[in-house]
């Protein structure tokens, strides 16, 4: 997308009205919360670079001195994806959700699971159902799934990039794509309602639709999972069944 670059003047509502953001603008006056203050810097840096965009919040006169800082913060959160990694809450998160599990196990999807959710076709795989390994091997193939699904959500975005469409996300947001295609595989993610509007920059519809994504009559068990990570997407609070985990990477 094409950064504007008429707008001298950041006092008004004329970015507001171009950006069709004036009512959320509106909302989070009155109810000045993460969730808000995350989309609207989205909606923000869909035409303006960082800095115009801090200077449009600093320049406003009808907005509290304590909510300039909620959205200044917000907006310094949105990274280019080329940068990131993911972070020590990410990895955390998918360990809580896949669960630790040392001995091999089939699914009924014709593979063979072992560890943090670590799968294989059965044909191929090199475990046999029952086998046994250490946390020290788990670790090796969780850190080298991360890793597959990570370089797969940057791959997506330089994809983009060459097409001209730039986006940013917070590191929330990227350890949510990243956890979403460690579950899915990237190219199954990539084809969802859910990344088409992350690639229209479109956050708030974009967050709407984790919370169906890849779930189905087979996988009713996802809806809990996706749940917390719609909540991790906007930097809302997380709250996990098992609050504790062991032996990071």
Not at 16 to 36: A, Q, W
Not at 65 to 81: M, R
Not at 143 to 160: K, L, P, V, Y
Request: hydrophobic share 35%.
């Amino acid at each position: 997308m094409e950064y504007l670059k008429n707008y001298n003047e950041f006092n008004d509502d004329l970015i507001l009205e171009e950006l069709n953001i004036k009512s959320l603008f509106n909302s989070f006056k009155d109810n000045s919360n993460k969730k808000l203050a995350t989309v609207l810097a989205c909606g923000l840096l869909t035409t303006l670079p960082t800095q115009k965009a801090v200077n449009f919040i600093e320049l406003r006169n009808d907005i509290k001195p304590n909510q300039k800082e909620i959205l200044i913060d917000a907006i310094n959160k949105y990274k280019d994806p080329s940068t990131l990694s993911l972070s020590h809450i990410g990895l955390n998160h998918i360990k809580k959700e896949e669960k630790l599990k040392l001995k091999a196990y089939k699914l009924g999807d014709n593979k063979i699971t072992i560890g943090y959710g670590h799968a294989e076709p059965i044909e191929s795989s090199n475990y046999d159902i029952g086998d046994e390994i250490d946390i020290k091997e788990a670790n090796r193939l969780l850190n080298q799934d991360i890793n597959i699904a990570s370089e797969g959500i940057r791959r997506m975005f330089n994809q983009w990039e060459k097409e001209g469409i730039y986006i940013k996300v917070t590191q929330n947001q990227f350890d949510v794509l990243v956890s979403m295609a460690f579950n899915m595989g990237i190219s199954k993610l990539r084809k969802t309602r859910f990344i088409k509007k992350i690639k229209e920059n479109q956050i708030d519809k974009a967050s709407m639709l984790i919370k169906t994504t890849g779930i189905s009559k087979k996988r009713p068990g996802l809806k809990l999972r996706r749940g917390r990570e719609y909540n991790l997407f906007v930097d809302l609070p997380v709250t996990y069944p098992n609050d504790e985990v062991k032996n990071d990477i």
